[in-house]
């Protein structure tokens, strides 16, 4: 078997059936993953045909790579020859990578910059039951500012029916959307959606760092501990209590322990349903009854 369909069934082995062949120009392509949605470019990979086959690839969405070579080399020569492809192959991603990050940037803060201040009648804050705060509008959708070091590098868009998007190629990781204004001594929660963190804002007046989701609490957190080392942080948890696992409370537990900060959850009386899982959800059913 060539190399190229070699190649190919470990890209299937990692993302399924694909129904096209991988090109050996020892550049950096870009694919659709299995399973996203249409016309996304998640997945990448680039694939050395000469002297020991080998490629490295892996997905935008989901992070990390994953390395593949014909063989095993078998000298110290073919073994320097098959490193040096894999550093290439990861410099060529990193470097795409901040190239994408830094196109998102870019077109955040244009969105940014020509939205228009947030409707309080939009239909995602009436079913939330939640003020604007500083959020912008474009078109239908809500812009959610996402920063790192105090600059907009990407936005979250929330439409009318609560679909949520990033921008694809920005930077999620260690960035938040912040409510409010970190101040020493005071308290700083950290949450998981907007809408939790808008409510948490109403409720305590403490700043709020929005993570977004729940695999970057522990990123936010390590971020906002090493700049705002007189803030009083305080991991603010989902409770997915009908999700296995409940992927919300294990990673505020995680990320509350690894930084060693304090931890609430929402204070359920038992009288909710189990639907419910964050403050806002909890907000609202009490503002109901």
């Known amino acids: 078997m ?3 369909s070699q190649f190919r069934q470990a890209l299937e082995g990692a993302f399924g ?20 949605k249409p016309g996304t470019l998640n997945g990448w990979y680039l694939l050395f045909a000469d002297g020991i086959a080998s490629g490295v690839f892996g997905s935008w969405k989901a992070g990390g790579s994953h390395t593949w070579s014909s063989r095993k080399p078998s000298n110290p020569s073919e073994a320097r020859m098959l490193t040096e492809r894999i550093n290439q192959a ?32 939009h239909l995602y804050l009436t079913r939330k039951a939640v003020r604007p705060y500083a959020l912008r509008q474009h078109g239908d959708a809500l812009l959610v500012p996402l920063v790192h070091d105090g600059q907009v590098v990407n936005v979250q868009r929330i439409y009318p029916d609560g679909s949520k998007r990033f921008l694809s190629g920005g930077m999620v990781s260690a960035c938040y959307s912040p409510l409010g ?4 001594g005071q308290a700083l929660y950290i949450c998981e959606g907007w809408a939790t963190g808008a409510t948490l804002h109403a409720e305590t007046g403490a700043a709020v760092a929005c993570a977004m989701n729940a695999g970057n609490l522990l ?9 705002h080392r007189d803030a009083v ?17 294990t990673a505020a537990i995680k990320a509350a322990a690894t930084i060693g900060c ?17 403050f806002n959800d909890l907000a609202n059913w ?4």
């Open 233 to 249: 942080l305080i991991m603010a948890g989902d409770d997915d209590r009908m999700t296995e696992g409940n992927p919300g409370r």
């Open 17 to 36: 059936p694909l129904d096209w062949l991988p090109i050996p120009d020892n550049m950096i392509h870009r694919f659709r993953v299995p399973g996203d």
């Open 90 to 121: 990861r410099q060529q991603r990193a470097n795409e990578q901040r190239q994408r990050q830094q196109a998102a940037a870019d077109y955040a803060n244009r969105l940014w910059r020509d939205a228009r201040r947030a409707d309080p009648a």
């Open 262 to 278: 304090g931890l609430v959850m929402p204070p359920w009386s038992g009288a909710e349903p189990l639907a419910l899982s964050d």
């Open 286 to 289: 009490r503002a109901a009854q």
């Open 219 to 227: 990123p936010v957190a390590q971020r906002l501990q090493r700049q």
């Open 2 to 4: 060539d190399c190229v």
């Open 181 to 184: 204004l970190i101040t020493p």
